[in-house]
């Protein structure tokens, strides 16, 4: 079983993350996005569009999964994770992940109303590697088999 420490460096690792939120059928959306700009404790934050359609999604229903993954030559390594995501306005945090690219996207720069904060906060996992998959529960300290 993969520690805490284990995960997160995982997760640093990769280029990509798949956000899924919930629309107002039920059904389950995915997106591609770059990874979280900060990871603290169990929170992943993520930079987006205030007016995007995952955004307001979360602004319905905050259940979220995240997930992130490797594929390698010979091995394929994949981690889920599970929980809420809250839409942060809070220009402190909206300036504290702020990258020198993102005026590509927010013309206005950290002001912008159209730029928000996703913040993802895990409950639970789910880890696959070598044929194998195991549950996990998060704590701020580690990760434990369920």
Known sequence: MKTREQIIEFINKQK????????????????AMFVPRKIEGNSFYFSTNTSSMRTQQFLKNPKASIYFYNKGRFKYEGIMLIGTMEVLQDEEIKREIWCEGDIMYYKQGVTDPDYCVLKFT?????????????????TLGSVGNN
Not at 16 to 31: L, R, T, Y
Not at 122 to 134: D, F, P, S
């Open 16 to 31: 990509v993350a798949f956000i899924a939120s919930v629309d107002e059928d039920g059904f389950p959306n995915m997106k």
């Open 122 to 138: 895990a409950i639970k996992g789910r880890h696959y590697c070598n044929l194998k998959t195991e549950n996990f529960e998060l």
